[in-house]
C-alpha cells in the first residue's frame, strides 16, 4: 500500500528529493499519557509533542505540531487534526480535551493531531542589522530589535497545509492512514478546515509554502468538519446587513451614517448572491435575492422540528407560526423572518457595519479581521473596496487565498469529497448565507454535503459528538 502511494506522488511531482532530518517523524520519541473521559473511561495514548513541521522555522512556538496515538487505535485509522483557530489568532499545540471533539476522537480509536498554528497576534523579535558605509556589510546593531508579526493572512493557513504535509510526507512512520485526514475546527478555525478541504494542493500555496520549507507532499483532506466558519470574508459585510436590515435598530441603535452604510451593503449582495449560481438542491430551483430568504426559512423550520422531536419546548412568540389541531398535533408551518431575526439579535447584540472591515481603521477599534489581513509591524488593513479605495492586487490575492468559495470550481485544486458543516440557530457572529452558501456551492458540484443549523446554539462548536462520529463511521462504512 505505501508502495503505490510513494509511486503516485513521484508521478505527481511530489517526490522526496532529500528528506530533510527536521521533517523525519521518530516513532520512538513518544510519552505515555492518559485521558480521562467525562464518563470516567481512560483513553491511554502515545504523546509525540512539539514536533516541528517545516525547516525554515519562524515562530518555534507555532510552527509545531502534536499527534496522539491511542492504545485502542482504530484499524487504518482516519487522522483527526483539529485547530483551534479563534479569532484568526494564534493558536498553541495542545494535549486532547475530554470536552470536546479532540478527546472524544481520541476515545474512538482516531489517531489524533493537534497543531499550532501562527495568527494575528503571534509575533518575533528580530535583531536589527546595519550597513558598513565602506564595504556594504551588515552590521549588528547590538540590543535593537523590531516586533515582526508573523502571522498575518495567509500565514496561518499556510502553517495548517504544512501540518498535512507534514503528516502525508511521513506516512509510513506515523501511525494512522494520513490518505484519511479529518480536519476540525470552529469559527475562524472553522474557516480554515473548509479552507483546507477547498484549497488542496493549489498552486497559489506553493511557492509560499516552499520557502517556508515544508515538505513536498500533498495537503489536501479527506473530510471537513466546519463549524460556524467566519468565512467569505470579502462578502461577509454585504451579507450580514442583508439578513439582519430587517431587524429594529433598536438592538444596535445605528446613526444615521451607519444606516446608510448597512442601506449600501445590503443593495450589493443580491449582485454577489446571483454570481454564486445556487441552487435549490431540491427544486433545482436558482437562488436570488427573491426566493433566498423562503429558502433559508426551510432549514430554521426544519431545525425547530428536531428540537421539538427531541422534546424541546418552543415558543410562539419567536416569530413562529404554528398550525394547532388535537387531530394533527402542534406542527410549525412557517416563520416571520424578521421577527426572529429579532429575537437572535436580543440574545446578543448585532455588529455596527461593516461587521468584518471596519471603515476608517485610524478612528475605529478594528476588527479581527483587520488585524489579520495587517502588515507584519502590526497595522491593521482594509481588505474590502467598499471600505478602503486603497486595496492592492498583493491585497486581492490574500483575500482570495482565505475565501474556500473561490476554489470550490476551480480544477487546481483538490477538494476533499465529504463535508460536515454546523452553524447554530442563534449565531449572529456572521450571517446565516456564509454557511448556507459554502455547502450550496459544495453540494450543487457533486460534494458530499451533510448541513444544519441546529436550534439553540449560538456561536460554539463541537456539540452534539455523538451526531458527529456517527457521521464518520457512516463515512467509513459507505467507503466515502
Same mark, same amino acid.
Given at each position: 500500500m505505501k508502495n503505490i502511494v510513494l509511486t503516485f506522488l513521484?508521478? +505527481? $511531482?511530489?517526490?522526496?528529493?532529500?528528506f530533510p532530518q527536521i521533517l523525519k517523524f521518530n516513532p520512538e520519541n513518544f510519552t505515555q499519557r492518559e485521558l480521562?473521559?467525562?464518563? /470516567?473511561?481512560?483513553?491511554?495514548? !502515545?504523546?509525540?509533542?512539539?514536533i516541528y513541521y517545516v525547516q525554515n522555522i519562524e515562530d518555534s512556538v507555532f510552527q509545531v505540531l502534536n499527534i496522539f496515538v491511542p492504545e485502542n487505535m482504530r484499524k487504518n485509522s482516519p487522522i483527526f487534526l483539529r485547530t483551534y483557530t479563534g479569532g484568526y489568532m494564534a493558536s498553541r499545540a495542545k494535549l486532547p480535551s475530554p470536552n470536546d471533539a479532540s478527546g472524544r476522537a481520541l476515545e474512538e480509536g482516531y489517531v489524533v493531531c493537534i497543531p499550532a498554528s501562527r495568527g494575528s497576534n503571534?509575533?518575533?523579535h528580530k535583531e536589527l542589522y546595519a550597513k558598513n558605509k565602506k564595504n556594504g556589510k551588515k552590521k549588528k546593531l547590538t540590543g535593537e530589535f523590531e516586533t515582526v508579526y508573523? /502571522?498575518?493572512?495567509?500565514?496561518?493557513? *499556510?502553517?495548517?497545509?504544512a501540518a498535512v504535509r507534514y503528516l502525508r510526507a511521513n506516512d509510513d512512520l506515523i501511525e494512522g492512514n494520513s490518505q484519511?485526514?479529518?480536519?476540525?475546527?470552529?469559527?475562524?478555525? $472553522?474557516a480554515m478546515s473548509a479552507l483546507l478541504g477547498a484549497t488542496g494542493n493549489h498552486p497559489d500555496y506553493e511557492k509560499l509554502l516552499e520557502k517556508m520549507g515544508a515538505a513536498k507532499a500533498p495537503d489536501n483532506v479527506w473530510t471537513v468538519v466546519s463549524y460556524c466558519?467566519?468565512?467569505?470574508?470579502?462578502?461577509?459585510?454585504?451579507?450580514?446587513?442583508?439578513?439582519?436590515?430587517?431587524?429594529d435598530n433598536t438592538t444596535r441603535k445605528l446613526s444615521k451614517e451607519q444606516t446608510e452604510v448597512s442601506e449600501k451593503l445590503a443593495s450589493m449582495y443580491?449582485?454577489? *448572491? !446571483?454570481?454564486?449560481? *445556487? !441552487?435549490?438542491?431540491?427544486?433545482?430551483? *436558482?437562488?436570488?435575492?427573491?426566493?433566498? +430568504?423562503?429558502?433559508l426559512k426551510t432549514w430554521l423550520i426544519a431545525s425547530v422540528e428536531q428540537a421539538m422531536e427531541h422534546g424541546e419546548e418552543i415558543a410562539d412568540t419567536l416569530g413562529l407560526i404554528f398550525y394547532d389541531e388535537s387531530k394533527f398535533?402542534?406542527?410549525?408551518?412557517d416563520i416571520d423572518l424578521s421577527k426572529y431575526l429579532e429575537y437572535v439579535s436580543k440574545c446578543q447584540k448585532l455588529k455596527t457595519p461593516p461587521a468584518f472591515d471596519v471603515q476608517n481603521l485610524e478612528e475605529n477599534q478594528p476588527s479581527a479581521e483587520n488585524k489579520a489581513f495587517g502588515l507584519s509591524d502590526g497595522t491593521p488593513l482594509n481588505f474590502t473596496k467598499f471600505s478602503s479605495e486603497n486595496i492592492d492586487t498583493l491585497m486581492l490575492q490574500r483575500v482570495k487565498m482565505m475565501n474556500p468559495m473561490n476554489y470550490i470550481t476551480d480544477s487546481k485544486a483538490v477538494k476533499a469529497p465529504n463535508w460536515y458543516i454546523r452553524h447554530g440557530a442563534k449565531d449572529r457572529d456572521t450571517g446565516f448565507q456564509i454557511s448556507l452558501n459554502l455547502a450550496l456551492k459544495l453540494y450543487n458540484n457533486g460534494f458530499n454535503v451533510n448541513y444544519f443549523l441546529p436550534w439553540g446554539i449560538a456561536h460554539t462548536g463541537d456539540y452534539n459528538l455523538n451526531e458527529l462520529f456517527d457521521y464518520l463511521d457512516s463515512l467509513e462504512k459507505n467507503g466515502k
Open positions: 513521484i508521478c +505527481a $511531482g511530489f517526490a522526496f528529493e532529500a480521562t473521559m467525562p464518563d /470516567g473511561y481512560v483513553v491511554n495514548y !502515545k504523546s509525540y509533542e512539539g503571534s509575533f518575533v508573523t /502571522g498575518k493572512f495567509p500565514a496561518g493557513l *499556510l502553517d495548517l497545509k484519511k485526514i479529518i480536519t476540525d475546527g470552529t469559527s475562524a478555525g $472553522g466558519p467566519i468565512t467569505d470574508l470579502d462578502h461577509a459585510d454585504m451579507a450580514y446587513e442583508w439578513l439582519y436590515a430587517c431587524t443580491a449582485e454577489y *448572491l !446571483k454570481s454564486l449560481n *445556487l !441552487k435549490n438542491p431540491i427544486s433545482g430551483e *436558482l437562488l436570488t435575492e427573491d426566493n433566498y +430568504a423562503n429558502y398535533g402542534r406542527y410549525l408551518v
